[in-house]
């Protein structure tokens, strides 16, 4: 298994300004996925963070937006880049896990609210 | 493209009462299954997990029987508990082509409410 790590766990932030969330995890992992979880609603793929180049993101979301850094094979970060309250989420970082079949492994998330 | 449909909720129980939320997905081959759960306030937690068709996984007295036929993982508990309140996702990874990057799917969660 992998443990993994969310900094902030939770934070209240105005409208236009940036927050980076740091996903640090126990073990090196070629996968690391960041994910948006908006309220009642399960989970969206933002983007895969690719170590040492840039992450690929998915349909509907952009690096100017969210942009991403993946220095090594144990930590990424996300920046939620000028803020609006659709924003408020719960913000996951996941890693993949290849042990025949793939798992993924969660962060605890970090609950953000852009008032 | 891949798919993953649940049971709408929210599901309301009372506690010992026997839990069954649907789960049937669309994938081409044969993906891998499972279930996670997220407690109020929390990340996802894997709950269990199926690989090939007729494999049955259990933990923590929910079980789901991967049924390749039917396209389904549903999850059972035979006696729900208060501490079971939660958030249910039935997920699947595709079949593994080249190890990694083959993206998850996520069904829309279940919401189950416990009662005493």
């Known amino acids: 298994s992998a443990v993994i790590s969310q900094k902030p766990s939770r934070d209240i932030c105005q409208r236009g300004t940036s927050l980076t969330i740091q996903c640090q995890v126990d073990s090196q992992v070629t996968m690391m996925f960041w994910y948006r979880q908006q309220p009642g609603q399960s989970l969206t793929l933002i983007a895969t963070a690719n170590q040492g180049s840039e992450a690929t993101y998915e349909s509907g979301f952009v690096i100017d937006k969210f942009p991403i850094s993946r220095p090594n094979l144990t930590f990424s970060t996300l920046t939620v880049s000028n803020m609006s309250p659709e924003d408020s989420s719960i913000y996951l970082c996941?890693?993949?896990?290849?042990?025949?079949?793939?798992?993924?492994?969660f962060g605890p998330g970090t609950r953000l609210t852009v008032l | 493209g891949d798919s993953v449909t649940q049971m709408e909720g929210p599901v309301t129980l009372s506690e010992e009462a026997f839990l069954t939320i649907n789960c049937t997905y669309t994938?081409?081959?044969?993906?891998?299954l499972f279930w996670y759960v997220q407690y109020p306030g929390e990340g996802l937690q894997l709950l269990l997990k199926?690989?090939?068709?007729?494999d049955k996984g259990s933990n923590k007295g929910f079980e789901a029987t991967y049924r390749k036929e039917t396209t389904s993982f549903h999850l059972e508990k035979g006696s729900v508990q208060v501490s079971d309140s939660a958030v249910y996702f039935c997920?699947?990874?595709?079949?593994?082509?080249?190890?990694?990057?083959?993206?998850?799917?996520f069904g829309p969660g279940t919401r189950l409410s416990v009662l005493p």
């Open positions: 994938a081409t081959g044969y993906p891998s």
């Open positions: 199926a690989t090939k068709a007729d």
């Open positions: 997920a699947l990874s595709p079949q593994i082509l080249d190890n990694y990057g083959q993206n998850f799917v």
């Open positions: 996941s890693v993949e896990v290849y042990r025949a079949y793939n798992e993924q492994f």
